[in-house]
């Protein structure tokens, strides 16, 4: 079994992988101070309750957007499962091209996800662009050729840090929920910052979706991941899929290039 393992910003996201099959998934707050040993009793805490045999895991692969955890993730891996994990990192063999300027800057999570949306929708009898949207921390949008090649993308505020400096910086504006509002006119306060936060970001990820889509060609697959992708997709037409284990796929993916 392969376990793959996602530092991201807000969460770190753990999958359990027996071949392509994802076993069971898990998510953990990112906490930077954390140590090796505090994750791997973590971990081993969640193997145990779902009975999953640790010494079933014979590989390990892991993205971190995070520098202060990788080397901890690694340590625990080391430690707990007696594995040396594959970094995606630069220099690793992830079987996709990056055309970015500067390809050592393309994070890790926009790298993966980009490889499984690719593998799991852009691939078919007549292959199409895509655009990767990953509502995380940030709000990222990963552009893919019909080729296979990374191409570049776009990086935004994340719609909580959107809601979180309203709050901040606005003096008489409240703390809100991010959430479909029952109308777009908001007729309190809370109900424009609602509308405002909602709809404003539905329509930025349509611009955005359609501006890239027309830079790739047009026809391009829209694929949504990340924790509000439940969220925003089913207000737009645009999103065509929406795969919340896209980033775990895409380890799996690199992973089994490597082997």
């Known amino acids: ?30 906490l930077r101070e954390r140590t090796a040993d505090e994750l791997g009793l973590l971990v081993d805490g969640l193997f145990a309750h779902h009975g999953i045999d640790r010494s079933a895991v014979d590989g390990l692969v892991m993205g971190s957007v995070v520098p202060p955890l990788t080397g901890t993730t690694q340590l625990m891996a080391e430690q707990y499962f007696g594995l040396k994990a594959l970094v995606i990192e ?11 300027d500067n390809p050592a800057e393309v994070g890790a999570d926009r790298i993966v ?26 709000t990222t949008f990963d552009a893919i050729t019909a080729k296979g090649e990374y191409l570049g993308g776009a990086i935004c505020p994340g719609v909580q840090i959107s809601a979180d400096a309203l709050f901040q910086r ?75 284990d896209l980033t775990l796929h895409g380890l799996r993916i690199v992973w089994e290039r490597n082997q």
């Open 1 to 30: 079994m392969l376990l793959a393992i996602d530092v991201g910003n807000t969460n770190i996201v753990l999958g359990v992988f027996d071949g392509g099959a994802l076993v069971r998934s898990w998510r953990l707050q990112t």
């Open 90 to 100: 630069p220099g690793v063999n992830t079987g996709m091209h990056i055309l970015y």
């Open 113 to 138: 996800n980009g490889i499984a949306a690719y593998e799991r929708f852009g691939r078919g009898a007549e292959p199409r662009p895509l655009v990767v949207v990953d509502f995380g921390t940030a």
């Open 170 to 244: 606005a003096a008489r504006l409240p703390r809100i929920d991010v959430r479909k509002p029952s109308r777009v006119v908001g007729r309190t306060t809370v109900g424009a910052m609602e509308s405002g936060l909602f709809w404003g970001y539905v329509g930025m990820v349509e611009g955005l979706v359609r501006r890239m889509s027309d830079e790739l060609g047009g026809r391009a697959i829209c694929v949504a991941t990340g924790g509000f992708a439940d969220v925003i997709a089913p207000e737009t037409p645009l999103i065509e899929h929406v795969d919340p």
